[in-house]
């Protein structure tokens, strides 16, 4: 039977992260049939002594079906917890900062992609989603208002209006953002590239705007 491992990874209320033994995670092998949160406890008690904790997300396999960048060594689910109280000894850090105390590893490629990275781009994939919807709702506006193209929209009530617009935004974000977000990981997008972009995005975005609210466009 194949050994099974899970790897518990601890931070606390201010988003920083445990540094265990020069690792940001804690490897632990699972007993057959074993329960994942009792393995937990017993690990946060073992380690920190600390008990109570809060399970923020796991990740399966890591970085699942992504052999490039995951080995089979570190082919484990990966279990991030909040806790509380704990020794002021231990070592919490800032997601970047931790990354600078970590050996070069596939298990370090999946800690840059997922705690330092994911943040910016998340933020870059909703920045080029507001781009495109506001162009294209700008684009609707002007074929309406110089091409005499029929908008079903506008002939609706404006609650119900409104209403579709949100539907259509809160679905976009939704379901486009999580595929733009794996999009920027399977590329490896540099950060200080993403930023750069997002601010562009932005200042497109906002002039775009002012020119509808204006009337110039």
């Not at 931070?11 to 940001?24: A, G, M, P, T, V």
């Not at 609706?156 to 999009?183: A, D, E, H, S």
């Not at 950060?191 to 204006?214: F, P």
């Amino acid at each position: 039977m194949d050994e099974k491992y899970i790897g518990v990874i601890i931070k606390n209320q201010d988003d920083k992260i445990l540094l265990y033994k020069n690792n940001y995670y804690i490897k632990i092998k699972l007993q057959e049939d074993e329960d994942i949160s009792l393995t937990i406890k017993n690990t946060l008690k073992k380690y920190i002594n600390q008990e109570s904790y809060r399970m923020v997300k796991y990740y399966d396999k890591a970085i699942k079906n992504e052999k490039s960048l995951i080995n089979k060594d570190d082919n484990i689910k990966m279990y991030v917890v909040e806790v509380i109280s704990y020794d002021e000894k231990l070592k919490f850090m800032k997601p970047q900062e931790l990354l600078n105390h970590l050996k070069k590893s596939p298990s370090k490629t999946f800690y840059e992609l997922i705690f330092v990275k994911y943040k910016p781009y998340k933020e870059l994939a909703e920045s080029l989603l507001a781009m495109v919807m506001i162009f294209l709702s700008t684009i609707m506006m002007i074929s309406t208002k110089y091409l005499g193209v029929n908008n079903f929209m506008l002939k609706l009530p404006l609650i119900l209006q409104l209403l579709l617009l949100v539907v259509i935004f809160v679905g976009v974000f939704k379901y486009l953002t999580p595929v733009l977000v794996k999009v920027f990981m399977r590329k490896n997008i540099d950060i200080r590239k993403s930023s750069t972009i997002k601010s562009i995005t932005t200042v497109i975005s906002i002039v775009m705007m002012m020119g509808v609210a204006t009337g110039l466009i």
